[in-house]
């Protein structure tokens, strides 16, 4: 069989009712690039979720002071004084799923350096903090554990300070004043935005949390043991295991309430995770409706092809032409109608990406798979809904199609 002339023979066909074509061939570009919209900017959203996730920390397990009921009374966040660094040393060497544990102790905080000041809070931790959460360094070198024993005066701040103290100029080895403290500025983050609540991460101040204690706040006790778990799967089996490590050191009787709270935010963002994929699906559904659309759209074209061009079936098969070639020949124009619409809207959808991600300010990721998906999809389309027309046109009697008017 000559499948360039049947190639011909179908192009000749669509051409003759470009308006039809076009139309027809426009129900399947929309749909193919709604789909490839929809994925991409459903991956955008996901990627921003689970960039949050990773800023959370490095399988993060927050232990917060203050319990839900203490003998009785409904307490608040930090409104107890049972946290110790104990408890954190006895955290890190009795709980096998924590790999690193870091003391907290913050306050919101006056800074000063030169004629500038700044309303802000600062974090006294230790120096596994910055890996337990995830903060990378972007000038200078974070304080050591020789500071903490120390109880040094040195400090790391966050691009929000930096750009309100120092504006452009360079903030190593300057020393800021808060609390009436000088304090040396020995490092710099880089920037992380906006927590899930909206906080900038950004405006802090980090110390040894033995400054934060002894020369700051004038306590000994934490307000949060900042830990890691060794996987993912183990934060909740490690979060557990700390409550029991706790229990026992504050002396605890079964009954009584917790005067701590394990703080679990991966769970708030890892739903949101799954609200993102869940909405990204149904939105990928509704957007295959389209397709579905379009697909009944090449049925009804063919179908009136057929019925028009019934005279020119009869005469092809009067002169020899098989079921096969007939059949070949109109199943040849849906899929090349298909193929059409599914390269037009394969460039629509991935210009239209772009353009949405450069107008939502967000990172467009196109997925390779989502693409190839739509254009095998729309050749299925062409196949599918081509198949009963095609099917038609070769059962015709020759005889009955030769006296058609």
Not at 28 to 51: F, L, M, S
Not at 338 to 357: E, H, P, T, W
């Amino acid at each position: 069989m000559n499948y360039s002339a049947l190639f011909r023979s179908a192009l000749v066909a669509l051409l003759r009712n470009k308006m039809r074509s076009s139309l027809t061939v426009l129900g399947i570009t929309i749909g193919i690039a709604a789909v490839i919209c929809v994925v991409a900017i459903g991956k955008a959203g996901q990627a921003r979720v689970e960039q949050q996730l990773n800023n959370l920390g490095d399988n993060f397990v927050w232990i917060e002071a203050g319990g839900r009921a203490v003998n009785g009374v409904r307490t608040g966040t930090h409104d107890t004084i049972t946290l110790t660094v104990a408890d954190a040393q006895a955290i890190k060497s009795q709980v096998s799923l924590i790999k690193s544990v870091s003391p907290n102790v913050d306050d919101p905080v006056q800074v000063v350096y030169g004629n500038q000041n700044w309303h802000t809070s600062y974090r006294g931790v230790s120096p596994e903090f910055f890996q337990i959460k995830r903060w990378y360094v972007d000038q200078g070198a974070v304080f050591s554990q020789d500071d903490v024993d120390r109880a040094a005066d040195v400090c790391v701040i966050g691009r929000t300070v930096q750009d309100q103290l120092f504006g452009v100029e360079n903030p190593i080895g300057k020393v800021i004043r808060f609390n009436n403290f000088p304090c040396k500025v020995v490092a710099t983050l880089h920037p992380k935005g906006l927590s899930l609540s909206g906080q900038d991460q950004d405006d802090t101040i980090i110390i040894p949390y033995t400054m934060g204690q002894k020369k700051i706040k004038g306590v000994n006790w934490l307000d949060d043991i900042l830990c890691s778990a060794v996987s993912a799967d183990a934060v909740k089996i490690a979060g557990q295991e700390a409550t029991a490590v706790l229990r026992d050191r504050h002396h605890l009787r079964p009954e009584e309430e917790d005067d701590f709270n394990i703080r679990n935010p991966e769970d708030i963002i890892q739903a949101q995770l799954d609200a993102s994929k869940t909405l990204t699906i149904l939105l990928i559904a509704i957007a295959s409706v389209s397709l579905l659309v379009g697909g009944i759209g090449i049925m009804n074209v063919m179908l009136v092809s057929v019925t028009e061009r019934t005279r020119e079936i009869g005469v092809r098969v009067a002169v020899g032409a098989t079921e096969e070639a007939i059949q070949l020949q109109f199943l040849g124009e849906s899929i090349m109608l298909s193929l059409v619409g599914g390269a037009m809207g394969v460039l629509f959808g991935i210009v239209g990406s772009y353009l949405v991600g450069r107008t939502l300010h967000w990172p467009i990721q196109m997925s390779l798979e989502a693409v190839v998906a739509a254009a095998l999809f729309s050749i299925a389309v062409g196949v599918f809904f081509g198949y009963y027309p095609a099917r038609k046109a070769s059962l015709l009697d020759p005889i009955e199609a030769l006296r058609y008017e």
